[in-house]
């Protein structure tokens, strides 16, 4: 009776032993993600050092940034980070005493999504985001209108999406990828079949 039990034992072990062999652990993604729009602030960021840096040693400006409704969140981030680098903003009130203006657009952004894509056979699904920003800005000493565009590209949980997007904002919703079917119908496929296979190495075992 005692050789029985451990054997049984230790078939059930085997069993479970087989059973997180199917269960990868995966450390290819991070499990906590910037929010769509923290994603934002950054490319905005970027923007604000772009015109810095073409600024040079102009330590005075009068800014004027054309973000619409959409993108009005950024504008004092843009002023806080020209603030920062010791640049010194005026109204245009100052017309007329020779202070060179800055005009800042944000015309368009984008979030999207890639199909997604199983972390093992028990892993979560993880899709690509795609975060684009683009806009242009004009510098009165110079004769140009530049444009930019920055793109960030990160790994982030399916399951995340929704927490990750903010509802205030629709620029930072993007359309929600579907789960692959198969992906979804073979887990608990997997999962039953190493049940069973646990469950009749128990009773065979046992009948001997």
Not at 140 to 149: H, L
Not at 165 to 180: A, I, Q, V
């Amino acid at each position: 009776m005692k050789y029985n039990f451990l054997n049984i034992n230790g078939v059930i072990k085997k069993s479970l032993r087989f059973l997180f062999f199917l269960i990868p652990f995966s450390l290819s993604a991070q499990s906590e993600s910037p929010s769509n729009i923290d994603v934002f602030y950054t490319l905005v960021d970027s923007a604000a050092d772009m015109v810095i840096m073409d600024l040079a040693d102009v330590k005075t400006v009068d800014l004027e940034l054309n973000f619409g409704t959409d993108y009005s969140v950024f504008a004092n981030r843009v002023r806080g980070k020209l603030f920062k680098s010791g640049i010194q903003l005026v109204s245009g009130q100052n017309e007329g005493k020779g202070f060179v203006k800055v005009n800042l657009v944000l015309d368009n952004s984008f979030v999207g999504y890639s199909e997604p894509e199983k972390d093992g056979i028990f892993g979560d699904f993880f899709t690509q985001r795609t975060i684009k920003l683009s806009g242009n800005y004009f510098i009165s000493k110079y004769s140009e209108v530049r444009d930019f565009v920055f793109t960030n590209n990160d790994k982030i949980k399916v399951d995340d999406i929704e927490e990750l997007e903010n509802r205030s904002y629709p620029f930072t919703r993007g359309d929600l990828p579907t789960e692959p079917f198969f992906s979804t119908f073979w887990e608990p496929v997997v999962a039953i079949g190493a049940a069973a296979l646990t469950v009749i190495l128990f009773f065979t075992v046992r009948s001997k």
